[in-house]
C-alpha cells in the first residue's frame, strides 16, 4: 500500500461500520456503546442502510476491507445479520473485497449465526476472547467464560472460517505472569491465523479509571513490558510474525484494514462516532445512536465534527503509526541524528532507506516516538 494514499481525488478502499450495541458494558471499553431494545436495534439498522448508501452515492468507493466493530455486531438475531448483510451488497459494489471483518464476543454466537455470516461474505473473524482465565473474565465484566469462548472458536471453525483472530488482554489488576502465560498457550493450541495482544489502558469515562484513581487498581511500566517480552517471546517461536506492535499472524493472515490504517490510507466509517478520513480532513458521527438515527430520517447529515488536518499533523500520525509495524518508516521522515543516536543505543535499526523499532525498542515504543515527534 503506498504511504502517499491521502490524495482525496484517490478512490476509497476501506470502509469501518460502528455497531454501538452491546449484551453487557464493559467497565474498561471507552468505544461508543450502549444497551439497547428491539425497537431502538432496528432503527438504527435502517439509519446505517441511509447513510451506507449516501456514503456509496457521494464518494468513490472500491472497498477492499470492511470492518464491522463496536460495541458487539454479534449480538444481532441470525435474520437481523443476514438482512444487514444482504443490503451491504446491494448497496456497495463488493466485486474488489478482499477482507471482510466482524467482531464477535463469545457470549453472542451460535451456528446459525456464524453460518449465516460465511454466507453473506463475511471471512474473517475478530473474537474477543481476552482471557481464558474465568476470574479475570469475570473482572473484565465479559459475559462469557473460557468454555463458551472455545465453542465459540470451534463453531467458526466448523462454518468455515480460515481466518480467525482472538484477542486478549495484559496487564490486568491482578493479572500474574503464570495466568498469561497460560492464555498465550490455550491461543497457540487452537491454532488462529491472527492473534491480538493489547495492553490494558485506563481510558476516560470508564469504571475501571474511576476505580483506577481511587486506588483500587494500579500500572507499571515494568509489568507491562514483562508481559509484552513474554507475548513477542511466546507467539514468534510458535510460528507468529510479530508484524505491529499489538499484532500477530500466521504468514499471508495480517489485518489488511488495520495495516490500511497503519499506512495512513483513507478510510470511511458509517455508524454512530465512527471517524472518517480522506485527504487533509478528518470528519467523526454523532456519538448518539438515537440522534444519529434522528439526523439521517431528517435527511441531515450525521457528522457531528470536522477537522482539518495539517502536513504537520500527517507527519506525526505517520511516524507514531508507521513505528509500530514491523515495516517502520523512510528514514529521512525524522531527524537522522535522532534516528543515528535511537540506532546506537539499539533501539531502532535501519534496512536499505528505512528505520524501525528493534525488540528492544518494542518494549519501550511510546517513549521512542515521542522522541523523533
Request: with cysteine; aromatic share 10%; net charge negative.
Amino acid at each position: 500500500m503506498s504511504e502517499n494514499e491521502t490524495h482525496p481525488s484517490n478512490v476509497i478502499r476501506h470502509l469501518y461500520v460502528h455497531f454501538p450495541f452491546c449484551a453487557r458494558i464493559c467497565p474498561y471499553c471507552a468505544f461508543y456503546k450502549t444497551r439497547g431494545n428491539a425497537a431502538e436495534v432496528a432503527r438504527f439498522c435502517e439509519a446505517l442502510a441511509s447513510e451506507a448508501r449516501r456514503v456509496a452515492k457521494k464518494l468513490p468507493l472500491t472497498l477492499e476491507t470492511i470492518f464491522f466493530g463496536g460495541g458487539t455486531p454479534t449480538v444481532l438475531s441470525t435474520a437481523q445479520l443476514k438482512n444487514l448483510l444482504e443490503l451491504f451488497h446491494e448497496i456497495f459494489d463488493l466485486g474488489a473485497l478482499r477482507e471482510w471483518s466482524i467482531e464477535a464476543n463469545p457470549g453472542s454466537v451460535s451456528v446459525k449465526k456464524a453460518a449465516a455470516l460465511r454466507e453473506s461474505g463475511v471471512n474473517r473473524i475478530s473474537l474477543g476472547v481476552q482471557s481464558w482465565d474465568n476470574e479475570l473474565l469475570h473482572l473484565l465484566g465479559r459475559e462469557h467464560d473460557a468454555a463458551q469462548a472455545e465453542e465459540s472458536f470451534h463453531i467458526f471453525r466448523g462454518a468455515g472460517f480460515s481466518n480467525i483472530s482472538i484477542d486478549l488482554m495484559f496487564a490486568l489488576p491482578g493479572q500474574t505472569e503464570v495466568q498469561w502465560r497460560k492464555s498465550l498457550q490455550k491461543t497457540i493450541m487452537l491454532q488462529p491465523e491472527h492473534i491480538s495482544t493489547y495492553c490494558l489502558t485506563y481510558e476516560e469515562d470508564t469504571e475501571f479509571l474511576a476505580r483506577f484513581q481511587r486506588g483500587e487498581f494500579s500500572a507499571h511500566d515494568e509489568t507491562e513490558a514483562r508481559f509484552l517480552e513474554l507475548a513477542m517471546t511466546t507467539l514468534e517461536r510458535a510460528g507468529y510474525e510479530h508484524y505491529e506492535i499489538s499484532n500477530y499472524s500466521r504468514s499471508g493472515f495480517h489485518a489488511e484494514h488495520n495495516r490500511a490504517y497503519w499506512c495512513g490510507a483513507d478510510y470511511i466509517g458509517i455508524g454512530p462516532s465512527a471517524f472518517s478520513t480522506r485527504g487533509f480532513e478528518r470528519w467523526q458521527n454523532v456519538a448518539d445512536h438515537n440522534e444519529y438515527a434522528r439526523r439521517l430520517f431528517a435527511n441531515a447529515s450525521p457528522v457531528a465534527s470536522i477537522e482539518k488536518l495539517t502536513p504537520a499533523m500527517k507527519r506525526t500520525e505517520h511516524i507514531a503509526l508507521g513505528l509500530r509495524t514491523r515495516e517502520g518508516i523512510v528514514a529521512d521522515t525524522i531527524d537522522q541524528i535522532q534516528a543515528e543516536e535511537l540506532i546506537s543505543n539499539g533501539l531502532l535499526a535501519r534496512n536499505d532507506s528505512r528505520v524501525f523499532l528493534t525488540r528492544a525498542g518494542r518494549l519501550l515504543a511510546d517513549s521512542v516516538t515521542i522522541e523523533v515527534l
